[in-house]
């Protein structure tokens, strides 16, 4: 190739600060847990390059695209730009209108009264000279991550990540889960629970989870935690194995910050920490805290600034035109096998 081509140095450091510089588009081939990694490798970056992915694993419940659908995936994706939540807003901001044009960009949109949007193409719709129009383009659904940290007894902050490569915030992104699990430990974990700063419960079980809308069809479900659509702005709080019957999941907004501290009261003195499904090299003693925080994906002027774009279909919908929903519902019907009967 006539440019250079990065790949992964030995330094996990250097790797990160290459990815988030030079990485416009990233494409998996293979399963959930393929795209998991590669949202890893943008775990500490606030912004995360769009991901094309080809379900080519066991389950693939996150895949969108069949690999033979390649040509139409790629096509879509360099000469249409995409929208954000089934077309609902479009990604195109100011900085993608400055984009060298060997860059992947999205088209910026004028709403006019009584109108419908007007789309001005960029970027590779530019040099190929037509677009393909906004009824036909890729789309891209933003997935919420969330914001972890882990702090010490006496509240200093830890290093949040199973490496030690730390955001300039000191927080991890994870766009599955979080989870504090007794391990090897034969005791259960007493883990006392508070949401917004405010005590909601102590519990005694195998673990928690807080997990994504995104990672509520992972180990939360497998826990008896709910389905949650992808487009809702939500928290799931899931105790694995509780010891008390009356615990249930919850469904929390995005924007209450959930703390979960090791109580005084644990027979063992510590607990693991993972992080979509990345165990974290130390675990959680008594009196250490794990802060998770749901992460905004919107400024105050609706500015696109965070989340995990993922290129989905267009269409699909009931009337067969734009903003179908059908790879979710595809994904519970045909993957999940939802309320089969026997």
């Given at each position: 190739f006539s440019f250079p081509i990065y790949t992964t140095p030995k330094e996990r450091d250097v790797a990160t600060a290459l990815y988030t510089k030079k990485v416009d588009l990233t494409c998996t081939l293979g399963g959930d847990g393929t795209i998991l990694h590669a949202s890893s490798l943008f775990a500490t970056s606030k912004r995360v390059p769009p991901i094309l992915s080809f379900s080519m694993g066991t389950l693939g419940f996150l895949g969108e695209w069949k690999f033979k659908e390649y040509k139409r995936a790629f096509r879509e994706v360099y000469m249409s730009g995409a929208g954000?939540?089934?077309?609902?807003?479009?990604?195109?901001?100011?900085?993608?209108?400055?984009?060298?044009q060997s860059s992947v960009s999205t088209p910026?949109?004028?709403?006019?009264?009584?109108?419908?949007?007007?789309?001005?193409?960029?970027?590779?719709?530019?040099?190929?000279?037509?677009?393909?129009?906004?009824?036909?383009?890729a789309r891209v659904l933003l997935r919420n991550r969330l914001r972890v940290g882990v702090y010490?007894?006496?509240?200093?902050?830890?290093?949040?990540?199973?490496?030690?490569?730390?955001?300039?915030?000191?927080?991890?992104?994870?766009?599955?889960?979080?989870?504090?699990?007794?391990?090897?430990?034969?005791?259960?974990?007493v883990v006392e629970v508070s949401v917004g700063g405010r005590f909601l419960t102590e519990a005694v079980a195998d673990g928690m989870i807080i997990s994504t809308p995104t990672g509520s069809t992972a180990y939360s479900l497998s826990a008896g935690g709910s389905i949650v659509h992808p487009l809702v702005s939500s928290l799931l709080l899931t105790p694995i194995c509780p010891r008390s019957l009356s615990f249930r999941p919850l469904v929390l907004p995005a924007h209450a910050p959930i703390t979960l501290r090791l109580s005084e009261k644990n027979r063992g003195r510590e607990v693991e920490v993972s992080v979509d499904g990345v165990r974290r090299s130390q675990g959680v003693g008594v009196g250490m805290e794990v802060r998770v925080w749901g992460e905004e994906i919107r400024d105050r002027d609706g500015k696109w600034m965070g989340g995990v774009p993922s290129v989905v279909r267009g269409g699909g919908g009931a009337d067969g035109g734009p903003g179908g929903e059908d790879h979710w519902v595809g994904g519970l019907n045909g993957l999940l096998k939802f309320n089969y009967p026997f």
């Amino acid at each position: 190739f006539s440019f250079p081509i990065y790949t992964t140095p030995k330094e996990r450091d250097v790797a990160t600060a290459l990815y988030t510089k030079k990485v416009d588009l990233t494409c998996t081939l293979g399963g959930d847990g393929t795209i998991l990694h590669a949202s890893s490798l943008f775990a500490t970056s606030k912004r995360v390059p769009p991901i094309l992915s080809f379900s080519m694993g066991t389950l693939g419940f996150l895949g969108e695209w069949k690999f033979k659908e390649y040509k139409r995936a790629f096509r879509e994706v360099y000469m249409s730009g995409a929208g954000a939540g089934y077309g609902s807003t479009l990604l195109g901001d100011n900085e993608d209108a400055k984009a060298p044009q060997s860059s992947v960009s999205t088209p910026t949109t004028t709403d006019h009264p009584d109108s419908s949007p007007t789309t001005t193409p960029n970027g590779w719709s530019a040099i190929r000279g037509k677009s393909m129009g906004s009824t036909r383009g890729a789309r891209v659904l933003l997935r919420n991550r969330l914001r972890v940290g882990v702090y010490a007894a006496d509240g200093s902050p830890l290093t949040p990540s199973p490496t030690t490569t730390t955001s300039p915030s000191g927080a991890v992104y994870a766009m599955n889960e979080v989870i504090i699990h007794r391990g090897r430990d034969t005791h259960l974990a007493v883990v006392e629970v508070s949401v917004g700063g405010r005590f909601l419960t102590e519990a005694v079980a195998d673990g928690m989870i807080i997990s994504t809308p995104t990672g509520s069809t992972a180990y939360s479900l497998s826990a008896g935690g709910s389905i949650v659509h992808p487009l809702v702005s939500s928290l799931l709080l899931t105790p694995i194995c509780p010891r008390s019957l009356s615990f249930r999941p919850l469904v929390l907004p995005a924007h209450a910050p959930i703390t979960l501290r090791l109580s005084e009261k644990n027979r063992g003195r510590e607990v693991e920490v993972s992080v979509d499904g990345v165990r974290r090299s130390q675990g959680v003693g008594v009196g250490m805290e794990v802060r998770v925080w749901g992460e905004e994906i919107r400024d105050r002027d609706g500015k696109w600034m965070g989340g995990v774009p993922s290129v989905v279909r267009g269409g699909g919908g009931a009337d067969g035109g734009p903003g179908g929903e059908d790879h979710w519902v595809g994904g519970l019907n045909g993957l999940l096998k939802f309320n089969y009967p026997f």
